[in-house]
């Protein structure tokens, strides 16, 4: 029997390397020290596996030269170099390496914590490289009976909690898409108004890198939270708003920060390096040697489980060729996806129920429509974690009740798709179809008949149906500096309206605050696809 070949791109761990090894059907070949030319054009087209890091790019160049690849490994969980559209269409398997550093970035988490009350870095420093003998220059605080607050509770978020129960802290959860059991049973508060957050003494944050969350933590919250708080962040740059920060640190509202992660890294010439007041460390969340080692474990596992086809890990998208879909299909499933992506931002909420309906000869995808509706619903709360493979795994683990149907068409379309999501605030329901030339739109939101472009910056707008609303709406939105790109309106039989508006520029808290002081207005919330 032929062996399987499996090139590993960039460095891994030597266990990783070892694991295949050992393997008599896989033929392993170590390329992380070749040239990226070499390694993309003499020994990528021998591979049936690739597994990767950061360094080698899966772009246009790779997959031109990838004739026999049928998976790459993502050895972490990061995958921006990765070309996943790309990979789709030739029926390449990309999975990546999501949990590994997970205790890792709780205990770099806990020491930029620690070494905030106490100020070590400083204290060592003083010490070590000043030679000064200062006891009283380095009063701290403890941790114990302060309160911190966690924002996002996963994987990560959760066992940072864990742990600062174990110093006596008084633990707040605030994460809209968690139900308030999982932060109660474990003996820690709940909310769900980001406001109780700013109020903690210490607040750190474990969230996924997206349009909501991305300075989350500005100029205003800091404003709000009490003089001398302690801001961590070992998950995502960008989540506090950087200027602010510094902006924050040098007044003293901040007494300190413990900073792992930066908007763009490296980050050598940052102004949060001139600073006194705050940790700083270059990205070391992954960086410890059981985490490493258990990355390249996992990917060496992965990629022998792939290789021989029993299973694909922690895919990120579907072993199906494009030519061996009905060339209608693929854009309903992107489609299906962006409306479960689209109802959870706009809810929120901890999710209580999926329902996937399908009519027409779509119908017959139904099972890989359900599966793409719930990687859309559940990537907005878990991120990188959530993969086609295991999402509705997960969805059974959070006790979310997951239907599909199939039923008969008298919608007037081809084929159409429904997906309704029940939250704790509440339900949404979308509908949608795909025209001719692959053009996408959703054509029902609720009860309102729409005619909606999926993407871009979103706000859904719900008024009472009364003259002067569009004009109201169009001149906030043009005092804030958004320019409109479109505005859709569906209206019902009880007097009410519903707007979608798509702006080019940011959608800020400012602008959703003032745009729900207005009147007519019922409910407002925004999306980004």
């Known amino acids: ?61 790779f997959l031109q030269y990838a004739h026999n690849v049928k998976a790459v490994v993502r050895a972490g969980v990061g995958v921006d170099n990765v070309d996943i559209d790309g990979c789709s269409k030739k029926g390449i398997v990309v999975m990546n390496v999501p949990t590994a550093n997970t205790i890792a970035a709780v205990e770099l988490t806990m020491t930029h914590m620690l070494s905030c009350v106490r100020k ?15 006891r009283q220059d380095w009063y701290g605080t403890e941790l114990k009976d302060k309160k911190l607050g966690i924002i996002g509770f996963g994987n990560i978020g959760s066992r940072v909690g864990i742990r600062s129960k174990a110093f006596e802290m008084d633990v707040l959860v605030y994460d809209p898409y968690v139900d308030a059991g999982k932060a109660m049973n474990l003996d820690m508060g709940y909310t769900q108004n980001f406001e109780d957050i700013l109020a903690c003494d210490i607040i750190t944050i474990h969230t996924p890198k997206n349009s909501e969350t991305i300075g989350m933590i500005g100029k205003e919250e800091i404003a ?17 708003d950087e200027e602010a920060l510094v902006e924050g640190l040098k007044s003293g509202k901040i007494a300190m920060g413990g900073i792992d992660v930066f908007n763009k890294e490296p980050a050598t010439d940052h102004p949060l390096l001139d600073l006194d007041n705050v940790t700083l460390t270059p990205h070391l969340g992954a960086n410890t040697k059981e985490s490493q080692k258990n990355i390249a474990l996992q990917a060496a596992q992965q990629a022998i489980d792939a290789a021989k086809g029993i299973s694909y890990p922690n895919a990120l998208n579907l072993p199906i060729k494009e030519n061996e879909l009905p060339e209608y299909v693929k854009p309903f499933l992107e489609l299906i996806q962006k409306m479960g992506h689209l109802s959870a931002q706009v809810t929120k909420s901890a999710i209580k129920s999926i329902k996937v309906t399908a009519k027409g000869d779509i119908g017959e995808y139904i099972e890989s429509m359900g599966t793409y509706a719930t990687v859309g619903v559940l990537r907005e709360s878990i991120g990188d974690q959530i993969n ?19 039923v008969a068409n008298t919608s007037g379309f081809n084929n159409k798709i429904k997906i309704k999501l029940t939250t704790q605030s509440g339900t949404i329901t979308l509908a949608g179809t795909v025209f001719d030339e692959n053009v996408q739109r959703i054509i029902e939101i609720d009860e309102y008949d729409m005619d909606v472009e999926p993407k871009g910056n979103m706000i859904f707008f719900r008024n009472t149906d009364t003259p002067g609303v569009i004009g109201d709406v169009g001149h906030l939105l043009a005092s804030h500096k958004l320019n409109i790109s479109d505005f859709r309106l569906g209206r019902d039989k009880k007097g009410q309206a519903l707007a979608v508006v798509r702006v080019d520029g940011t959608i800020g808290k400012d602008v959703i605050d003032a745009l729900a002081k207005l009147d007519a207005c019922i409910s407002v919330s925004y999306a980004n696809l």
């Open 1 to 61: 029997m032929s062996k399987i070949t499996v090139v590993v791109c960039d460095h891994i761990h030597q266990t990783g390397l070892d694991l295949l090894a050992s393997d008599a059907q896989i033929e392993m070949i170590n390329a992380s020290d070749e040239p990226k030319d070499k390694l993309i054009e003499e020994i990528i087209p021998k591979a049936d596996i690739a597994i990767t890091r950061s360094s080698t790019d899966v772009d246009d160049k």
């Open 120 to 134: 070590f870095p400083y204290a060592h420093n003083n010490l070590k490289i000043d030679r000064v003998w200062r």
């Open 224 to 240: 709000k939270m009490k003089d001398g708080v302690i801001l961590i962040n070992c998950a995502r740059g960008g989540l506090y």
């Open 388 to 406: 086609y493979v295991n999402a509705e795994f997960v969805a059974k683990d959070r006790d979310i009740e997951m239907t599909k149907e199939v």
